[in-house]
C-alpha cells in the first residue's frame, strides 16, 4: 500500500531502497522557504543499519503489511532468545537485538507476536504493558509536594523507572513497556 511521505508514523514498517525499514523517528518540518518534508528516521530488519529520510509530501513510498503470529518466550541462551510456536510447538531462536531495549521486560511464559516478512521473523512485539514489583524505592523526602514529584525505583528485572512518592518497595506496579514509565498500581 503506497502513502504519502507526510503520512509517515513511528512504527510503520516502510519498503526502501529494496529493504525492509522500521519507522524510529519522525520530525515534521515546514520551512519559511520551500515545501514541508518528514524527516525520517528508520532501521534496517534485515541487516540493522540506520538511516535518515527526507520525504516531502509529494513523495510516495510503500507500507509492508508484516504477518503476525502468536508465539510464547522461553528463556535466553546467550544472546538469543528462544520462543515456541503455540501452534505447532516448535522452537526458534532469535537475537535479542530483535526485541531491542524491551528485552529486559521479557518474563518467562510472556505471549509474545513475532512479525514475519516471507516466513522469516524480523520484529517481536511484547504487550505494551507488563506487572514488575519494586525491589528498591528510595525514601520520601519529607517536604516534597505530592502532585508533581516522583522518585526513582529499580524493578526485579534490573529497569529503573520514575513512581509516585506512595510506592514502596515490594509493591506490584503496571510499567509501560517501551516508554518505560510507571503506569498504576498492579490489581
Do not use: C
Amino acid at each position: 500500500m503506497k502513502i504519502s511521505g507526510v503520512d509517515i508514523r513511528p512504527g510503520n514498517i516502510l519498503e526502501y531502497e529494496g529493504g525492509i525499514w522500521k519507522v524510529a523517528k519522525i520530525q515534521h518540518t515546514q520551512p519559511g522557504k520551500g515545501g514541508a518534508y518528514m524527516q525520517v528516521e528508520m532501521k534496517n530488519l534485515q541487516d540493522g543499519r540506520k538511516t535518515n529520510v527526507r520525504f516531502r509530501s509529494a513523495d510516495t513510498i510503500e507500507r509492508v503489511r508484516l504477518d503476525q503470529k502468536g508465539y510464547q518466550y522461553l528463556y535466553a541462551d546467550g544472546d538469543q532468545l528462544v520462543f515456541m510456536d503455540k501452534d505447532n510447538y516448535e522452537q526458534i531462536s532469535l537475537p535479542a537485538d530483535l526485541v531491542g531495549e524491551a528485552a529486559a521486560f521479557l518474563q518467562d511464559g510472556m505471549e509474545v507476536d513475532l512479525e514475519l516478512w516471507d516466513e522469516k521473523p524480523i520484529s517481536v512485539a511484547l504487550p505494551s504493558q507488563i506487572e514488575a514489583t519494586i525491589v528498591e524505592a528510595d525514601a520520601v523526602v519529607k517536604g516534597q509536594t505530592a502532585s508533581s514529584s516522583y522518585k526513582p525505583a529499580v524493578l526485579d528485572n534490573g529497569v529503573r523507572v520514575m513512581v509516585p512518592p506512595h510506592i514502596e518497595s515490594g509493591t506490584r506496579i503496571v510499567v509501560d513497556v517501551y516508554e518505560r514509565t510507571y503506569v498504576g498500581k498492579a490489581s
